[in-house]
T-cell receptor, first 114, second 115 residues
Framework: DTGVSQDPRHKITKRGQNVTFRCDPI?????LYWYRQTLGQGPEFLTY????????KSRLLSDRFSAERPKGSFSTLEIQRTEQGDSAMYLC????????????FGPGTRLTVL | AQSVTQLDSQVPVFEEAPVELRCNYS??????LFWYVQYPNQGLQLLLK??????LVESINGFEAEFNKSQTSFHLRKPSVHISDTAEYFC?????????????FGSGTRLSIRP
């Protein structure tokens, strides 16, 4: 499968714990995006990378959230001191072309904070 | 900044009936427009997109959407739906030439098909 992959697919954690998600984009895609989707809503942009550079962060991304893409390939999203309000589906997407911005989405990681 | 409004949160239709899912957007710049589909227990998939040129764009499974600049709309239509079209549909927009390239999504329309 050459699509965007995310790991884990599901994560249940207790409030206050740290969690880390991984995204592997489509090979050679230089742009990688993180979105969050809560029940009944569309995805909301969190942050994006061009190669290893993080170029934009949403105001939704509090200081408990950090994302990295150290070698310009896979990316990690870490949430520290999780809160119940962090429960959501975390989506990763990647794109190659700047001319049409077609983004390919992974299956997501569903986070449940108890 | 851009925003997207999907006017219907749920649309129930009978199989083989026509359907229209409405989408309006606002933007201070020119935009790309998208419809994404999310089938049950699956990830988001691009259904169709408008970049430039012909204002009517089509998908491989019979959906079409028309970009109407004066009405700032990008409604999705299908003349005859099938049970397999049951899914959530998201209208989305991104700014043309925007350095951010983030996609702004609407809140989604759940299409349910009755036999």
């Amino acid at each position: 499968d050459t699509g965007v992959s995310q790991d884990p697919r599901h994560k249940i954690t207790k409030r206050g714990q740290n969690v880390t998600f991984r995204c592997d984009p489509i090979s050679e895609h230089n742009r990688l995006y993180w979105y969050r989707q809560t029940l009944g809503q569309g995805p909301e942009f969190l942050t994006y990378f061009q190669n290893e550079a993080q170029l934009e962060k949403s105001r939704l991304l509090s200081d408990r959230f950090s994302a990295e893409r150290p070698k310009g390939s896979f990316s990690t999203l870490e949430i520290q001191r999780t809160e119940q309000g962090d429960s959501a589906m975390y989506l990763c997407a990647s794109s190659l072309s700047e001319s049409d911005n077609e983004q390919f989405f992974g299956p997501g990681t569903r986070l449940t904070v108890l | 900044a851009q925003s997207v409004t999907q006017l219907d949160s749920q649309v129930p239709v009978f199989e083989e009936a026509p359907v229209e899912l409405r989408c309006n957007y606002s933007s201070s710049v020119s935009v790309y427009l998208f419809w994404y589909v999310q089938y049950p227990n699956q990830g988001l998939q691009l259904l169709l997109k408008y970049l430039s040129g012909s204002t009517l764009v089509e998908s491989i499974n019979g959906f079409e959407a028309e970009f109407n600049k004066s009405q700032t709309s990008f409604h999705l239509r299908k003349p005859s739906v099938h049970i397999s079209d049951t899914a959530e549909y998201f209208c989305a927009v991104s700014g043309l030439y925007s350095s951010a390239s983030k996609i702004i999504f609407g809140s989604g329309t759940r299409l349910s098909i009755r036999p």
